[in-house]
């Protein structure tokens, strides 16, 4: 199985493009918060942490192996909890996936089924069903891409989440614990290690 894939940006069209590694191209599909992200990147090195799976009909003996590519781990992991639900798949979350994956956390998060309804191709009930399978399992993700955004090489994100499962032991609640995180990591310091991190919350809580 392919999870990682590094070459040359040839090629950018909506939902795919075109990696050149030496003498070979390979087509990648990416949702549109992916194609946003690259679209300055052109002819660059890029790499890309990816899915792969088969397309088309079984039964029909037609399969064609596809990859699906993401800028981050968290965000291949995010889109594959995303791709489990129940109506949902690869194509409808290729097509779903406008927003960045902090946006998309959020809402399922904090149960806001109109948010997620807008998304291209999810209705409602669709939108109930993601809530209910991930609800409890995407706090991670609004917490470390927002990391990744404020303060990419400061703070590995372990770190960033080993602090921010010490702050839901000690009684914080998830939405809590990610405020007073984003807060400290605006700081845009170095943090070796969850103690300081955690000494750096607690002094920016009392600011």
């Not at 194509?91 to 399922?108: D, F, G, H, N, Q």
């Not at 999810?122 to 809530?131: F, H, K, L, Q």
């Amino acid at each position: 199985m392919i999870t990682k894939i590094t070459g040359q940006l040839a090629a950018l069209k909506n939902d795919v493009l075109t990696l050149r590694i030496d003498a070979l191209e390979h087509e990648v599909l990416i949702p549109e918060f992916t194609r946003r992200q690259l679209q300055r990147e052109l002819n660059q090195q890029i790499s890309l942490h990816t899915i792969e799976y088969l397309e088309g009909n079984p039964m029909q003996g037609r399969m064609t192996p596809r990859l699906v590519g993401f800028l981050s781990e968290a965000e291949r992991e995010f889109f594959e909890l995303f791709c489990s639900v129940d109506g949902v798949g690869v194509k409808k979350a290729l097509r779903a996936m406008v927003r960045p994956v902090k946006e998309v956390a959020t809402a399922i998060e904090e149960q806001d089924a109109k948010a997620l309804s807008g998304l291209p191709g999810i209705g409602p009930a669709t939108a109930e069903r993601i809530i209910a399978k991930l609800r409890r399992k995407v706090p991670k993700f609004a917490l470390m891409v927002a990391q990744q955004q404020i303060t990419e090489a400061e703070v590995r994100p372990d770190v960033v989440s080993e602090t921010f499962e010490v702050l839901r032991s000690l009684g914080h609640s998830e939405s809590d614990a990610r405020r007073l995180m984003d807060s400290a990591l605006s700081s845009k310091r170095k943090f070796k290690d969850v103690q300081e991190l955690l000494q750096a919350v607690y002094q920016q809580s009392q600011k």
